[in-house]
Structures are given as structure tokens and as C-alpha cells.
């Protein structure tokens, strides 16, 4: 009863420490919403920053690398750096050390110093007289406007160019428009690609030869884009059922008892499956978020997504058992019911109602990730329960060999008595026969002496 006491009060105290660690890492969570500012004439002494915030502004220096999601963003101040970054707006006033890679709707480079490459996809670029680029410009855009000066190379994919720069570099160009303005000054080739022609003003400068040719870019329309993904989508789809397939029979042949106890806990248990696997898609991103936050729960939180994603990938093989064993009955044949499972949900997927097709997609999700998840923890609750069983007895034989312990060495301290007064009797026996042995001597000896007076005597 003293154990069972212990270990409540230790699962209590476990459970208090789990709490405080979830609120404090809530908390920063949310602190990790604010604005991120830094002041002019201040620097921020980390080597590189990883992190999410509502708004970022920089006027003083960053001794490091930048890797942030914000909305918002302008750099006003120093960067010793690469810049990779996703925003709407991003304005940069400042320098920048590294290079910049990104995604941004908007990207304003005015009055701007990137010492190395920029690698940018955007919806429109402008940049004005004062930009300067230490390397090359790679950009894909729906609008470029580019002024300035960039000493390596620049790459343009966009549907309205205006370039008015001067480039030390090769220019290449495809657009649907593309004007070249008074103050463009290249020092090397420029070859573009264009729908329209070509609009040159008559002040540009081109040291190199001006030609077109066909580059090989290509700006996708968005049905040409929606296209490829559905085409990349369904190819994957079905490489997923196919491998589906195959994994499904290897492990069937190896643990066939394993899939005999999920097509039990299917059957008995269908909607808690279902609700499980909505509780574990509910929970996720809240505990992936809280173990982001730290340096120490990064790892763990790159381990529960992988397992996630190997639970998410297997999720159709309870779901396929389920349906085939509605058409195969008794036990075994899991080969068959796998195979006949994945037919039925591979033609289910493509019906042309995508409300009933969302619906199946999202219950056989459920289904899927719910029974795997349910066996895991009724695994470890058996495991629990076998290991507390070992414990106890444990216990109770470390407790009975104790007592027994007890009991003899009670045993033997009473031996020990007995001995210890034998050993005292054959003492004193001892003692008495040399007694004995004493006086006989010194009886011999007084006769011999009294024989040698008598001898005298008679002389």
C-alpha cells in the first residue's frame, strides 16, 4: 500500500511539471506572435534567427542569418546575413550582407545594398536608382521594374519587364512586354524572349549583341499550373495504393496475427477508431507547435511528425481490411481483402462529387490513423500493466526474501548461543582434566619422595 501511495504521489508530481511546461510553452507561443524590432543603434547578437512574428523591422544590426515567416518586413538597418523569408510586403532600405531568397507578393528594393545573389518569387519587384547588387538577379514575377545596379547576371521570367539598370553581366529576359529605358546599360549580351515586341529607347546601351532566342523559360498560366498538379496528384495517388498494396502483403505474410486483432478492433470498435483519429489530427499542430519552441523539443517534434507521416502513409490498410472482410469472411485472407479494400477506395476517391469524395478521403483518414493509434496505446496499456505486475512482485519477493533473511539470521544467532555454550562446557571440561591431571602429578611426586625417606631410613 506504502508503494502504490509512492508512485500516485510521483505520477501527481509528473503531471504538475507537464502542466507548467505546456502553459509556459503556450506562452511562448504566443510571444512568438509580436513584433520583432530592432532599434537604431542596437544589434542583435544571435547568430541566426529562426522564428514567426507578426511584423518585422530592422534600423539597427543583425549579426547574423534572418529565416522568418512575417507579413510585414522592412530592413532599414544592417543584416550580416542571408535573408530567406516569406511575406506580403517586403522593403528594404538597408544592407544586406548574404543573399536573399524568398517569396514575396510585394518586394521594394529601394535605396538597397545586397552584397551576394537574390533568388526571388514574387508578384511585383520595383527598385529605383540607388539599389546596387554585389552578384546575380533571378527573379519570377508577374511585374519587374528594375533600376539600379547589379554586377553579376540577371534572369528575368515575368509577364511585364521594364529595365532601366545598369548590368555588368548577360541579360536574359522572357516576357510578354518588355521595355528597355533610357538609362540601361549592359555590358554584355542580352537575349530575350517575347509574345510582343520588343521596346527599346534609343539611350540604352548594349555592349554586347541584342537578340532574340529561344531561352526555354516559361511563365505557366494558372490552368496550365492547376493542370500539372492534378496530373501530379493522381500519378502519386496511384503510386501510393500501389506500394499500398505491396507493403500490405509483405506484412500480412509476417505478422498475421497483428492484422487479425485490427479487423477484431475495427469491428467492436468502429466509431472510436473514428473519433481517436480525430482527436490525434485535433492535437497535433497545438503539441507540434508547443515542442517548436524550444531547442530541445525541436527534435522530438521532428520524430512525432515522422511517426505521424508513417501512421498517416499506413492508415489504408485498416481501412482496405475493413471494407474486404465485409466481402471475405472468416479469418485469414488478408491478402485478398487488402486487394479488394484498396479497389474500392481507389474508385470511391474518383467519383465526380468532390463533397462525397472529401467525405471518404477524410473518414477513411480517420478510420485509418484512429486504429492504429488505439493499438499503440493499447499496447503500452498492456505494457504498462505487465510491467506494474512485474513490480509488484518484485516487491513482494524482495520483501520475502528479506523477512527470510530475518529469519535466519534470527536462527542463527541462536546457533550461535548453543555453540557458544558447548564450546564454554568443553572449556571447562578442559580446564578440569588438567586440574585432575595436576594433582596427580604432584601426588606421584610426593609418594616418590616418601619412598627415597623410607630407602634412607633402612640404610
Not at 29 to 55: C, D, I, R
Not at 158 to 166: F, G, M, P, T
Not at 282 to 296: E, G, K, Y
Request: proline content about 2%.
Amino acid at each position: 500500500m506504502k508503494y502504490k501511495n509512492q508512485l500516485k504521489t510521483k505520477k501527481i508530481i509528473v503531471m504538475f511539471f507537464i502542466i507548467i511546461m505546456i502553459l509556459s510553452a503556450g506562452g511562448s507561443v504566443f510571444a512568438a506572435n509580436n513584433e520583432f524590432v530592432v532599434k537604431k543603434g542596437k544589434t542583435y547578437n544571435k547568430t541566426n534567427m529562426l522564428n514567426t512574428y507578426s511584423s518585422f523591422n530592422n534600423e539597427g544590426v543583425i549579426d547574423g542569418g534572418v529565416i522568418i515567416y512575417s507579413p510585414e518586413m522592412e530592413n532599414r538597418g544592417v543584416v550580416k546575413g542571408d535573408v530567406i523569408s516569406v511575406s506580403d510586403s517586403f522593403n528594404n532600405k538597408g544592407d544586406i550582407w548574404g543573399n536573399v531568397l524568398g517569396y514575396y507578393k510585394k518586394l521594394y528594393l529601394n535605396n538597397s545594398n545586397i552584397e551576394k545573389n537574390i533568388y526571388v518569387l514574387s508578384n511585383e519587384i520595383i527598385s529605383k536608382e540607388k539599389m546596387n547588387i554585389g552578384g546575380d538577379l533571378s527573379v519570377y514575377a508577374k511585374k519587374v521594374e528594375l533600376k539600379g545596379n547589379v554586377k553579376g547576371d540577371v534572369k528575368i521570367i515575368a509577364e511585364e519587364v521594364i529595365l532601366d539598370a545598369k548590368v555588368d553581366g548577360e541579360v536574359k529576359i522572357y516576357a510578354k512586354d518588355i521595355v528597355l529605358g533610357d538609362s540601361l546599360n549592359v555590358g554584355s549580351n542580352l537575349y530575350y524572349e517575347s509574345e510582343a515586341p520588343i521596346i527599346k529607347s534609343k539611350d540604352s546601351v548594349i555592349k554586347g549583341e541584342i537578340k532574340e532566342k529561344e531561352l526555354g523559360y516559361r511563365l505557366l498560366p494558372v490552368e496550365d499550373v492547376s493542370s500539372a498538379i492534378k496530373l501530379f496528384s493522381n500519378s502519386y495517388s496511384t503510386l501510393c495504393y500501389f506500394s499500398i498494396l505491396i507493403i500490405g502483403i509483405i506484412l500480412a505474410r509476417l505478422f498475421p496475427i497483428t492484422f487479425y486483432k485490427n479487423e477484431v478492433l475495427l469491428k467492436r470498435n468502429l466509431l472510436t477508431c473514428v473519433g481517436i483519429g480525430g482527436l490525434t489530427y485535433i492535437l497535433l499542430l497545438p503539441i507540434m507547435l508547443l515542442l517548436a519552441v524550444s531547442a530541445v523539443g525541436i527534435p522530438v517534434m521532428f520524430m512525432l511528425m515522422g511517426l505521424f507521416v508513417v501512421i498517416f502513409y499506413f492508415s489504408l490498410l485498416p481501412a482496405s481490411i475493413f471494407l474486404g472482410s465485409t466481402f471475405v469472411k472468416g479469418e485469414g485472407g488478408y491478402v485478398i481483402k487488402i486487394g479488394i479494400g484498396l479497389v474500392i477506395l481507389y474508385f470511391l476517391k474518383r467519383l465526380p462529387f468532390l463533397m462525397i469524395n472529401s467525405l471518404i478521403t477524410m473518414f477513411v483518414n480517420l478510420l485509418g490513423v484512429g486504429s492504429i493509434v488505439f493499438m499503440i496505446m493499447m499496447k503500452l496499456k498492456v505494457k504498462y500493466k505487465s510491467e506494474q505486475k512485474d513490480m509488484n512482485n518484485l516487491m513482494k519477493a524482495i520483501i520475502e526474501n528479506r523477512n527470510r533473511h530475518y529469519n535466519r539470521k534470527g536462527q542463527m544467532n541462536a546457533d550461535n548461543r548453543d555453540s557458544q555454550n558447548f564450546g564454554d562446557e568443553d572449556k571447562d571440561s578442559k580446564n578440569k582434566d588438567s586440574i585432575r591431571r595436576d594433582y596427580s602429578s604432584m601426588g606421584n611426586d610426593y609418594k616418590k619422595e616418601e619412598d627415597e625417606e623410607e630407602e634412607k631410613n633402612e640404610e
